[in-house]
C-alpha cells in the first residue's frame, strides 16, 4: 500500500516519468508548469479585478519613456461609451475629438493593477516551477534575472491587455465587455507561459544534478 501510495504521489511520477525518458520527462514538466500556471493565473486574475478598487483613484502620470508604449488610442476606444468611460479614468487632462484622444497621458492608475498583479502572480510562479517543476538549484542571482525579463514581459503583457480590453469595448455584447479584464488577463498569461517555460527550464531554472553524475563530472578532475 506504501508503494502504491509513493508511486501516486509527485515524487513518485517524477522518478517513473525520468525512467521513460527525456522527452516523457519534459512532458511531465511541461504538465506541471500548466498546473503552476492555471494558480498563477487564478492569482492574477483576482488581483487584476481587485487591485482597481485601490489604484483607480491614481492620477499620476507615465514617465516618458512608458507614454509612447501606452498610447490612449491604442488602448481605449473614445468612440464608444465604454471607451470614454476608461478614459476619463484613465487618461489625464484628456481632450477628445471625434472619438480620437487629441491630448492626454495614461495614469499609472491604469497601469498599476495590470503590472502589480502580473508580478506577483508570477513570484509566487517562479518559486513554485523552482521547487516543484523543475527541482532546481539554480542559484539566487537567476531571480534577479527573472525580474528583469519579467518586468520586460510585463510591460508587453500589460499594453496587450490593455489594446485587448479596448478592442472587447467595441464588441456590443454586455456579458463580454463585463469580462473584458479577464480575458485580456488569460491571454497575457498565455503569452507569459509560451515564453517562460523554455526560458525556466533550459536557462533559469536548470535541473539539479543527480549524485552520480556530478561524481562522473568531478572525476576525470581528480585524475588529472
Known amino acids: 500500500m506504501a508503494d502504491e501510495k509513493k508511486k501516486l504521489s509527485i515524487g513518485g511520477i517524477d522518478s517513473a516519468a525520468e525512467e521513460k525518458g527525456s522527452l516523457v520527462k519534459t512532458i511531465w514538466q511541461l504538465v506541471k508548469f500548466l498546473v503552476v500556471s492555471g494558480l498563477v493565473t487564478i492569482i492574477q486574475l483576482v488581483l487584476a479585478n481587485v487591485l482597481p478598487l485601490i489604484f483607480d483613484s491614481v492620477t499620476t502620470t507615465l514617465p516618458a519613456f512608458l507614454q509612447g508604449i501606452f498610447d490612449p488610442n491604442v488602448i481605449f476606444d473614445a468612440s464608444t461609451e465604454k471607451g470614454m468611460e476608461q478614459v476619463g479614468k484613465y487618461v489625464a487632462n484628456a481632450v477628445v ?21 502580473n508580478l506577483i502572480a508570477n513570484i509566487y510562479g517562479f518559486y513554485q516551477n523552482k ?20 518586468i520586460a514581459l510585463i510591460l508587453f503583457s500589460t499594453w496587450l491587455q490593455g489594446w485587448l480590453v479596448g478592442v472587447l469595448a467595441k464588441v456590443n455584447i454586455g456579458f463580454i465587455q463585463g469580462l473584458a479584464r479577464t480575458i485580456a488577463g488569460l491571454a497575457a498569461g498565455f503569452v507569459q507561459m509560451v515564453v517562460l517555460f523554455p526560458m525556466e527550464k533550459f536557462v533559469l531554472l536548470k535541473e539539479k544534478k543527480a ?11 581528480e585524475a588529472e
Not at 475629438?97 to 498583479?117: A, M
Open 97 to 117: 475629438e471625434n472619438g480620437t484622444v487629441v491630448s492626454g497621458i495614461v495614469t499609472w492608475g491604469y497601469l498599476l493593477p495590470f503590472f502589480l498583479s
Open 131 to 150: 521547487k516543484t517543476t523543475f527541482k532546481s538549484d539554480a542559484p539566487w542571482y537567476n531571480f534577479a534575472i527573472y525580474i528583469v525579463l519579467m
Open 211 to 221: 549524485d552520480d553524475e556530478t561524481a562522473e563530472e568531478s572525476a576525470p578532475a
